[in-house]
Nanobody
Framework: QVQLVESGGGLVQAGGSLRLSCVTSTSAFANSAMGWYRQAPGKQRELVASITRTDITNYVDSVKGRFAISRDNAKKTVVLQMNPLKPEDTAVYYC???????????????WGQGTQVTVSS
């Protein structure tokens, strides 16, 4: 059973920053794409950022230039640095992992429990 454990959410004022971290138990981390989804109340879940096993990153247009995703294969950790934050970034953020060598166009296989990010105006 693969586990994804997120940390780093919280309440921050607009213009501030947060760093989300996700540690996974999968032994195939180095061969798996990783990503962060978010879901705001009343809205559809969306893929915010992803990083492939070869460190190719992709972002939803609304966060380009503000968010940065990175990975540390030795620590089996993926990080989402968010700065500057806007009120519209308020959502529950989920760490996700794809099966080894699976493309990010496919649904991720594993999900974390989610961490709340709230940005006040």
């Amino acid at each position: 059973q693969v586990q994804l454990v997120e940390s780093g959410g919280g309440l921050v004022q607009a213009g501030g920053s947060l760093r989300l971290s996700c540690v996974t138990s999968t032994s195939a981390f180095a061969n798996s794409a990783m990503g962060w989804y978010r879901q705001a109340p009343g809205k559809q879940r969306e893929l915010v950022a992803s990083i492939t096993r070869t460190d190719i990153t992709n972002y939803v247009d609304s966060v380009k230039g503000r968010f940065a995703i990175s990975r540390d294969n030795a620590k089996k950790t993926v990080v989402l640095q968010m700065n500057p934050l806007k009120p519209e970034d308020t959502a529950v953020y989920y760490c996700t992992a794809w099966l080894p060598f699976a493309p990010t166009q496919s649904p991720p296989k594993y999900w974390g429990q989610g961490t709340q990010v709230t940005v006040s105006s």
